[in-house]
């Protein structure tokens, strides 16, 4: 399975998009304890669709208004 996961900086509520094969290890990486909180994920079978959505969600803000709005309470807490 791929992975596209959105954090938020727990300093300044910054938001991150990323996609991974493995999403233990790479929150790991983001040291998702102290800096980042976790607010979701969406699974992919393909690596290019998960590769796709990263992309869109990084680069086209209609996409991002989305997902907030569906994610809204997510990202508030």
Excluded: P
Excluded at 12 to 29: D, F, I, P, V
């Amino acid at each position: 399975m791929y992975w596209t996961y959105l954090l938020k900086n727990r300093a300044n509520g910054e938001l991150y998009y990323g996609y991974t094969n493995n999403l233990e290890r790479r929150l790991k990486e983001h040291d998702i304890k102290n800096k980042w909180k976790f607010i979701g994920c969406e699974g992919y079978v393909s690596e290019l669709d998960a590769r796709g959505r990263e992309r869109k969600l990084k680069y086209y803000g209609q996409t991002r208004t989305h997902l907030k709005n569906r994610l809204k309470r997510s990202i508030e807490s």
